[in-house]
C-alpha cells in the first residue's frame, strides 16, 4: 500500500498546484485591466495543471483498476461516454465525437486533447472492432458552439492541430500535405462539441455535399 499512498500524494499534490494557478487568474481579474498576452498564458498555465492531474488520474485508475488480472479478477464497470464516442460512419469514415469545444492553446500542446482521442481509439478497439487505416484521407473537423466570435482555428493556436498528432502512425501513415487533407468547420449550435471525422479521400466529396451541399442532411453525423 506504501506506492498506494504515495500515488494518492502525488494527486493531492497536482490538484493543489491547480487551484494555486487559480489563484493567479482571481489576481489577475482584482487588477482591474488585464493584458489579453498573459491572460492567454495564465489561462494555459491553469489548464495545463489541472491536465496533469487528470491524465494522472487516468494512468492510476488503469494501474488499480479491479478488472481483469486486477484485484479479484472483476470485470470492469460500463464504460461512461463522459469524454466522448467513436463510431463508424459510412463505409469506409470513423467520426470521433468529443464532448467538449476545442482548446486555445497557443503557449502550449494540450495533452488532455491527445490523450483522450488516442483514449477513444484504445475503448473502440477493445470492444473488438478493427480500425481504419488509410493511404490518403480527409480530416473533417467540425465544431459545433453557441460562443460568438471564436477564433479556435487561428494558425498560432496548436489546439485543433493536436488532433492530427493523435492519429498519425494510427489511423495514417504521416500527416504531411500528400497523405492528410484537412477541412475545418463550424457550425452554430446550442451543443458545444466537437466532430472529428476521417474519410478516405475518394469519399470526402459525398461527405461534403452532406454536410453542407445540395443533398445536406440536418445531421449527416451518425446517419451517412
Given amino acids: 500500500m506504501t506506492d498506494f499512498k504515495q500515488d494518492m500524494t502525488r494527486i ?8 494555486a494557478e487559480t489563484g493567479k487568474l482571481v489576481a489577475l481579474a482584482d487588477g482591474g485591466q488585464m493584458n489579453p498576452e498573459r491572460l492567454q498564458r495564465t489561462l494555459e498555465e491553469t ?15 488503469e494501474q488499480y483498476s479491479p478488472g481483469s488480472g486486477g484485484y479479484g479478477k472483476r470485470s470492469r464497470l460500463p ?15 470513423l467520426h470521433i465525437r468529443l464532448n467538449t469545444l476545442l482548446p486555445h492553446c497557443r503557449f502550449q500542446s494540450p ?17 473488438g ?37 493523435a492519429i498519425k502512425g494510427r489511423l495514417i501513415p504521416d500527416d504531411d500535405q500528400y497523405t492528410l487533407a484537412v477541412c475545418l468547420l463550424s457550425t452554430q449550435s446550442t451543443e458545444n462539441v466537437c466532430h472529428i471525422t476521417l474519410l478516405d479521400m475518394a469519399d470526402a466529396a459525398d461527405f461534403l455535399s452532406l454536410h453542407s451541399g445540395d443533398c445536406a442532411l440536418p445531421n449527416v453525423y451518425g446517419r451517412w
Fill in 79 to 93: 464504460q461512461k461516454e463522459i469524454s466522448g464516442r467513436v463510431e463508424k460512419l459510412g463505409y469506409t469514415g
Fill in 47 to 61: 489548464a495545463g495543471q489541472f491536465e496533469a492531474a487528470v491524465l494522472e488520474l487516468r494512468r492510476l485508475c
Fill in 12 to 19: 493531492q499534490e497536482l490538484v493543489g498546484n491547480s487551484f
Fill in 129 to 165: 472492432t478493427e480500425l481504419p487505416h488509410y493511404r490518403r484521407a480527409m480530416l473533417v473537423i467540425d465544431e459545433h458552439s453557441s460562443i460568438a466570435d471564436r477564433h479556435v482555428y487561428d494558425q498560432d493556436n496548436k489546439g485543433w492541430k493536436a488532433i492530427s498528432n
Fill in 111 to 127: 495533452a488532455w486533447l491527445t490523450d483522450t482521442i488516442r483514449r477513444l481509439l484504445d475503448d473502440y478497439e477493445a470492444q
